[in-house]
């Protein structure tokens, strides 16, 4: 009697031991399998991305997203995914890069004349890690791929293209800004130091002359002052450093006639929509003028043209 228990308590233990081992694999697969797809939702997040920048002329890549780490990069067009594989990232300078120190400078003013860009001397090279002639890695390919000011991913495929770091968190704001300004702005709210529009490094010339200083209104839209005898205002659409359309939007300026002298002005202000209302007047000082005539431009957000109303 006393075995017969002894047996039956053994295989009850047996079959409670074998019943946790079918359960635990089961939970064990939930787990991995939860872990597996909330990783794969997350993978880019290891990665910085890079988007096409809005100042290329040339639109061969806009569909194009790249993704880089510190060892591999990814490639998508239209999201999905063309390219991948393991990368080598290697720091150095413009003139050792193309083993010329002229070389390096002319590459570096092209960049600034077609990006509107100052690249600083240091990049970031990225290579495939297998080699350029290997058949294994992502080939972008991988002769001039290099990341500067760590802002910019130039290519190189018979002339650069930009991929912007930074498209991503400003693209959002640049749109809005597009569609409307916050609020109507007239050259008063550029004379305050705590302007919402600060002046940036920008190289932007009219008529041969460099602008004194330039603010960016909105994505290809910026305001320039010319300081002298004749104080001037520019409102200039651009793409890169390719200007697309001026107009004269502020003046400043004494003219002697034979009555003396004579103050011309022409005042602007700039509506949400990017309506433009210039004021032209004239008199003897700021406080005596008297307006002459109004005119409306708009500026057309598809082509960057502005046209008078």
């Known amino acids: 009697m006393t075995q017969n228990i002894k047996k039956i308590l053994l295989l009850i233990i047996i079959v409670f031991i074998s019943c946790n081992k079918n359960d ?31 100042n290329n002329l040339k639109e061969n890549y806009k569909n194009f997203k790249v993704y880089t780490s510190s060892d591999s990069i990814k490639v998508y067009k239209s999201d999905i995914l063309i390219c991948s594989g393991e990368i080598v990232r290697e720091k150095t300078t413009f003139a050792e890069f193309y083993k010329n120190k002229n ?98 490094n920008k190289k932007i010339s009219i008529n041969g002359t460099d602008a004194t200083s330039v603010y960016k209104l909105a994505n290809n839209i910026y305001l320039i002052w010319f300081d002298g005898d004749t104080e001037r205002w520019y409102i200039a659409t651009m793409i890169g450093s390719k200007i ?41 000082g700021v406080d005596s003028q008297k307006i002459e005539k109004k005119e409306n431009f708009k500026i057309n957000l598809e082509n960057l043209k502005i046209k008078h109303l």
């Open 103 to 200: 070389t390096g400078n002319d590459i570096k003013n092209q960049l600034k004349k077609e990006f509107g860009i100052t690249p600083a001397e240091n990049i970031e090279v990225i290579m495939n890690s297998f080699g350029d002639i290997s058949d294994k890695g992502c080939h972008f390919p991988f002769q001039e791929l290099f990341i500067i000011n760590n802002d910019y991913l130039f290519y190189y495929d018979k002339g650069y293209y930009c991929f912007d770091a930074n498209t991503v968190r400003s693209q959002v704001n640049e749109k809005q800004t597009a569609q409307s300004l916050a609020k109507t702005i007239t050259k008063n709210d550029f004379e305050n130091t705590n302007s919402q529009f600060p002046i940036i």
């Open 244 to 284: 697309i359309d001026k107009l004269l939007v502020g003046k400043s300026e004494t003219i002697e006639t034979k009555d003396g002298t004579i103050d011309n002005y022409i005042n602007f202000k700039i509506e949400k929509d990017f309506e433009i209302i210039l004021e032209y007047s004239e008199g003897k």
């Open 24 to 54: 635990q694999p089961k939970a064990d697969n939930k787990i991995s399998k939860e872990n597996i797809n909330k990783d794969s939702l997350n993978e880019k997040s290891f990665y910085k991305l890079w988007n096409y920048s809005s």
